[in-house]
């Protein structure tokens, strides 16, 4: 039988939680036949909370769920830690200026990130998916100088899958018709959804789209902003839809991407496209062996540059604001 692969989740009592655990126990994080401990972290007001989730996992009977442990200490819930999902985070309040916002979050993702450097298994894979969730990365893979700074990673996958929806329903195609589409930079309002090196049914999506200007007036900003729509619908943030693009993201990450396809994961640049090494942005990857690397090669139109440029501009002054606080 095999060893479980303990899997660290951070706000494991928020609303993100409560959709992602299910589904990591019952197999969709890994593999059907990959057997899994769970690690929760929270703070000590969601502890309670939490337990309460860990009743409901254990009366799943999940065959999968080897243990459940609950804490409210980053250095024991990162201890021997394979895949860690941090979705806890401090949200922007009434008021809050962008330095609040980084600094608030400085003080959770440190401290995170020193203790996956000390306490995390050699394999260690992150995703973070708590915003702002490429800076909230780039704090704690600085924080972590004995992790290489690859396995740090920020999620742009909901960016991802709900391009490939918009996409779908504009075309009159399904989605697992297109392929190869690619969000760029930040996950944010200025991130770029990408479908000039796209394919559907084997034919170029911005061919058969044909109309730049739903692409700049409707595409992009529904993508975007689709965000702020579900708040605005549901009168609470995308949760369910987080945790699956959570699940994509780890899942396509350890078990690779299909031949002839990419997906898109916020990673530390290599310096790739012009985006400035060390800013962890949306880039097109492939994976397999457990590893991703960039695609290459591909040639960037001057509507996809100035879009890309001004996502990695966003994501350059978020460094260098965190640099400034001291925290990176
Ligand atoms: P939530 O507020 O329901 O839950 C957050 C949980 O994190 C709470 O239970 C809280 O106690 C916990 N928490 C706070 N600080 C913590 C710490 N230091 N350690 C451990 N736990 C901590 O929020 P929700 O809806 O679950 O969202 C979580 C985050 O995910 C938010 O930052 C949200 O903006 C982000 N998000 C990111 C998306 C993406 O595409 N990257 C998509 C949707 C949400």
Redesign the pocket.
Known sequence: TRTPVNVTV????????YALLFRIASGHLLGADVPVKLRL???P??VK?AEGTAMELDDCAFPLLKGIDIFDD?NQGFEGANVALL?????RTKGMERGDLLAANGG?FKP?GKAINDHAADDIKVLV???P?NTNALIAQAAAPDVPAERFT???R??HNRALSQLAAKTGTSVEDIKRLTIWGN?SATQYPDIFHAEIAGKNAAEVVNDEAWLADTFIPTVAKR?AAIIEARGA???AS?AN?AIDHVHTWVNGTAAGDWTSMGIPSDGSYGVPEGLISSFPVTCANGTYEIVQGLEINDFSRTRIDASVAELAEERDAVRELGLI
């Open positions: 951070t706000g494991a009592a928020g609303q993100i939680g972290l929270e703070i007001q969601g909370a980053p979705v806890g985070a401090r949200p959770i995170q998916v708590g915003n969730a920020a999620m742009t909901l960016d996950h965000g943030s995308s949760a987080a693009a």
